[in-house]
């Protein structure tokens, strides 16, 4: 079996290597890590951006994790690993262009969902990637954020939509059991 990686948690791979190379690579250190300021000075960018790469929130910069991975100390081998992995983070997800509209925790899911070999659901309702689009939208009109911003439901009944596709079209991983549900709707959404 092959092994699959979306760009985001490539992404993040690549975030939780740097920060330990930062934090463990300097001996010579009472803490044996470089601040977060140190290395953005030395990097020329903000510490804002240090803790952004290392979260794996943003696109790597290729030129910038290049200079990390000198700064701290990162040999041949391991920096041509963290640098072929920063060329396939440069996709978008595909959920990307609603993250606005979905908690954290969901972007995440969404991420992993998209690197599962097989899911397992508990919960009383529809899955989400089985519902229709009007069933989708009427949840999000009941949700208090469609009374703030009335595409809300819209969008919501959207990402329902492309989250089936994924996985009837044999993009996204297969659910375990057809019988199991997702917990409450508003739970996902923001």
């Given at each position: ?140 009109t009941s949700d208090s954020l469609y009374l703030q911003d009335h595409d809300y439901a819209r ?36």
């Amino acid at each position: 079996m092959t092994q699959k990686a979306s760009a985001a948690t490539q992404r993040r791979s690549i975030g939780r290597q740097l920060k330990a190379a930062r934090e463990l690579h300097f001996p010579d250190r009472p803490k044996k890590e470089l601040p977060i300021g140190e290395a953005a000075a030395a990097l020329h960018v903000n510490p804002r951006t240090i803790r952004r790469l290392e979260g794996g929130e943003v696109k790597p910069n290729y030129l910038l994790v290049k200079s990390a991975c000198a700064l701290y100390g990162l040999g041949t081998e391991a920096t041509t690993r963290i640098l072929e992995m920063v060329e396939q983070a440069d996709e978008d997800e595909w959920h990307e262009r609603y993250r606005q509209d979905i908690s954290p925790w969901l972007v995440q899911l969404l991420d992993l969902e998209a690197v599962a070999d097989r899911i397992v659901v508990f919960g009383t309702n529809i899955p989400g990637w089985c519902q229709t689009p009007a069933y989708a939208a009427a949840l999000g009109t009941s949700d208090s954020l469609y009374l703030q911003d009335h595409d809300y439901a819209r969008r919501l009944a959207e990402i329902r939509v492309r989250r089936a596709q994924n996985v009837i079209d044999g993009t996204g991983p297969k659910p375990v059991d057809s019988r199991v549900g997702l917990i409450r709707q508003q739970n996902y959404v923001r």
